[in-house]
């Protein structure tokens, strides 16, 4: 007798959830107990991998086009008893998959206990989610990508679903709000870019994380205390949003929060004064804020200091007008105003977007660093042609004063690792490497990766890094080789289009054939 004839169920059962759709059905031909194994998978996952042509495991597009629909229906033709299938997936970018092929598939769904339900379709038209999925009350995890939904008027709730997430999608009106509060147990909640959703009203007492973007005119959130992670991207300017940050406040275990796009924007409001108490739990903080606009530089400080656990903090620095302050004028209100330990647990700084040589944005930095005793690590992705751009109305822009004429007995006694990438060379560039190298005392290594392989001042900037006096005996200098990585992008790129010209050969081989 063979090794697998007599396998146990369950671990057959795993073996097979490793494998592909095509991969599980050819185990059938391995013995006469396997034969009938596909018959109760728990696990149906048909994507991509359905369709894997047999030369060189690359995926031909003609097959995935004309095989797809014929392989899930043969596959279900197996599953005719199956009633304890756990997870169902579509995953494809087919336009020969219609909407009543996907609808005879859950059509035998809703006779089972099915638990996943994962439909993404990635091209042509939306598919218009079928009533009978609604009947799946088994139901943990609903996916849906590329869909219209609208809900039956039958429709009770799902009793068990726990995470519900909705992409590129189009909503019915009022389906959300009636589908969030027919689902008692939803823990997890993440729309993206859903059309029909203007007036988003959020009722989830067991809601832990919720992720949303998308450009609402009205944001509202309640009884949802349970909340330990909340992002928000606001795609357009609303006042709407402005008294959110209050009622996170009363969220006691939050401890990770991102706020992207215009939401600081819209918030300002509910900042012009302290928040009526601290986010005692908040530990991750990621803002998206317009450093040159008074407004939103005083509501992060605001919101900052009510933050007093903060230990990551991520600041993507937004382009655009507002209430800008005179040159100067940071470094002034910040000498005025400052509190050298205000952000006493911060461990982690990251900034991404920046302009180097806009002396705002410098400042406000210096002013972070300055106020956070016990920051570790420090990364600061410079935007290179942000840079370029302002040079072009402003020659004196990357020409600021150095940070070394405002602060003299400062020492960054934790930092450890400095991470700098997009580095042209400027004089606030500089500066900043100077500032950092001069009063880190304990500092391990700083990594800078110039922006481009132009020119020779790169070269030339890494020499003078090199004679940059140390405050850290044990600094070390890493400079990444931007040639280097260009190579290895262009290989990347290579690779892939052999690839697609592999995959057109095999399809015009089928042709001619």
Request: proline share 3%.
């Amino acid at each position: 007798m063979d090794r697998i004839s007599n396998l146990p169920v369950d671990v057959t059962h795993r073996i097979l959830c490793k494998l592909s759709i095509k991969e599980a059905v050819r185990t059938t031909v391995l013995s006469r107990n396997w034969k009938h194994n596909c018959d109760m998978l728990p696990h149906v996952v048909f994507d991509d991998r359905c369709c894997v042509s047999d030369q060189k495991g690359k995926i031909t597009k003609r097959k995935r086009k004309t095989k797809f629909c014929h392989i899930v229906d043969q596959v279900f033709s197996l599953q005719e008893n199956n009633t304890s299938i756990v997870t169902f997936k579509v995953s494809h970018q087919n336009k020969h998959v219609n909407s009543w092929h996907i609808d005879r598939w859950i059509r035998h769904l809703s006779r089972t206990s099915v638990r996943t339900v994962i439909l993404e379709q990635w091209e042509g038209s939306l598919y218009n989610v079928s009533s009978r999925l609604f009947s799946c009350q088994d139901l943990e995890y609903l996916e849906l990508y590329g869909c219209f939904l609208k809900i039956p008027s039958s429709f009770e709730g799902f009793g068990k679903l726990k995470s519900l997430n909705i992409q590129k999608s189009t909503v019915d009106k009022g389906a959300l709000k009636k589908l969030i509060c027919c689902c008692p147990l939803l823990a997890s909640l993440i729309l993206y870019e859903c059309k029909g959703i203007t007036h988003l009203n959020i009722d989830a007492p067991n809601l832990k994380y919720l992720d949303v973007e998308g450009a609402f005119e009205d944001l509202n959130i309640e009884n949802s205390l349970n909340l330990v992670y909340v992002a928000i991207n606001q795609l357009q300017a609303s006042g709407s949003c402005s008294n959110l940050l209050k009622y996170f406040v009363q969220l006691s275990h939050l401890n990770r929060l991102k706020i992207q796009g215009c939401f600081l924007q819209c918030a300002v409001d509910s900042l012009q004064d302290e928040l009526p108490k601290p986010y005692l739990c908040l530990k991750s903080l990621c803002l998206s804020i317009r450093l040159a606009n008074l407004e939103e530089i005083l509501a992060a400080i605001r919101l900052l200091r009510s933050s007093p656990a903060l230990q990551d903090l991520e600041l993507s620095v937004r382009q655009g007008d507002g209430a800008a302050f005179a040159p100067g004028g940071t470094t002034y209100w910040l000498n005025d105003n400052q509190n050298w330990d205000e952000f006493s647990q911060l461990k982690t700084l990251k900034v991404t977007s920046f302009s180097a040589g806009a002396r705002n944005e410098v400042d406000f930095i210096k002013f972070l660093l300055v106020s956070s005793p016990a920051l570790r690590q420090l990364e600061i992705q410079i935007d290179h042609l942000d840079l370029v751009q302002a040079r072009k109305h402003d020659p004196a822009v990357g020409k600021s004063k150095s940070l070394l004429d405002d602060f003299q007995n400062c020492s960054f006694t934790q930092l450890r690792v400095v991470r700098l990438t997009g580095i042209s060379g400027v004089q606030s560039e500089v500066g900043l490497i100077t500032f950092l190298l001069r009063y880190s005392p304990e500092l391990e290594k700083m990594t800078v990766r110039p922006a481009s392989v132009s020119s020779s001042s790169e070269r030339e900037l890494f020499k003078k890094l090199l004679q940059l006096r140390r405050a850290s005996v044990k600094a070390e200098i890493e400079y990444l080789d931007p040639l280097k990585h260009a190579q290895r992008k262009m290989d990347s790129k290579s690779e892939s289009e052999t690839s697609s010209e592999s995959d057109s050969d095999s399809d015009s081989d089928s042709d001619s054939n």
